[in-house]
C-alpha cells in the first residue's frame, strides 16, 4: 500500500524486484510479506532495504522474544499476535516491522492477520494515518496486535466461567485438564505481552529521526493497553489458581464423604457380626437358644440396633444436616 494525503494506491502479489522503484517514491510504503518460506526473497529484501544480518536471523528463527531495537537505516519491532483458533487453541505468530524512511516492512509467518481495521483506515483517508509517517503505521499496527489480545481475553474468561459452574456441579477429569488448558493459554499471552510492553516502552522513550515526538504519544497509549492486558491475564490467573483450588477441595470433600460412607456402614455391621458370631457359636447352653422365636427375635434386635446407630449418626451430624447435639455443641 502506497498512501499519502492525496490518495492511496494498493498492490498485491507484487514481485521483489519491484520494490527498489516503489519504495523510492516520497509518499508512505507499507509493504507486507507473508509467509517465512522462501529464502531468497528474503535475502533479497535485506539487500534492498539494507536489513542488518542480525536482524534478519531474528526475523527468521521463530519465536523471537517480542523486542525493539535501531539500528542504522531503520527500527526493528517484532511483536507476537494472537488470535483464537479453532477447538479453542490460540494461533501464535510472530510479526516483525521494519520502520524505515519511506516505509514500513511487515514480515509474517503466514497468512492472516488483525490488520484489516488498519487497511481500511487507510482507504478512507479520513484519520491522522493518511498524513502521517511510516512511524504512526507502526504505531497503528501494534495498537492492532494489542486490540486483538481482548477478544482471547474475553474468551478464556467465558471459559474460565464455564469451568467454574462445571466444578461447583462434581469435579471431574475433564474439568481439571480444562483449568489446565485455560492456565498455559494464560502463560502464553504472559510470555507474550510483557516482552511486548517492553519493546514498546523501548520505541517510545529512545530518541530517533524515525520516531516522531507525537507517535511517542500515541505509543505511551499502547504501553496503557498493554498494561491493562497484563492486569487481566493476571486476574485470570489467579481465578484459574482459584479453580484448581476449588477442585482439589471438591475432590477431597467427596472423598471424604465415600470414606464416612464407608465408615458409618462399618461402624453399623460390627456390632451385628458380633452378634450374629455370638449366637452361631457351637454350645449347647445359650440364651434362647432353643426358643422357637429366637431367629426373629434376634434379627429385630439387630435391626434396631442398626438404626438405633443411623439416629444417632444422625443426630451427632455425620449423616445429612448436623443434629441438635451438634448445634448445642456450637
Known sequence: MI????????????????????????????????????????????????????????????????????????????????????????DVEQVSLFIGPHYLLSIQERRGDVFDPVRVRIRAGKELIRKSGPDYLAYALIDAILDGYYPVLERLGDRLQVLEERILRAATRSGQRGIHRVRWDLLVLRRAVGPQHEAVAALAREESPLITPTVRQYLRDCLDHAVQILDVIDTYHELASNLMEMHVSSVNQRSNDVMTVLTIMASIFIPLTFLAGLYGMNFDYLPELHYRRAYHTLLAIMGLVALGMLLWFRWLGWLGREGDGAEEED
Open 3 to 90: 498512501y499519502g494525503p492525496d490518495g492511496v494506491e494498493e498492490r498485491s502479489e507484487v514481485g521483489v524486484g519491484d520494490l527498489p522503484a516503489v519504495v523510492g517514491t516520497d509518499r508512505v510504503t507499507w509493504i507486507d510479506v507473508q509467509g517465512l518460506g522462501d529464502e531468497a526473497v528474503l535475502r533479497r529484501l535485506a539487500e534492498i532495504f539494507e536489513i542488518h544480518r542480525l536482524a534478519l536471523e531474528d526475523v527468521v528463527n521463530v519465536p523471537q522474544r517480542p523486542k525493539a531495537e535501531a539500528y542504522d537505516r531503520q527500527h526493528l519491532v517484532i511483536t507476537r499476535m494472537i488470535r483464537a483458533a479453532a477447538e479453542g487453541q490460540l
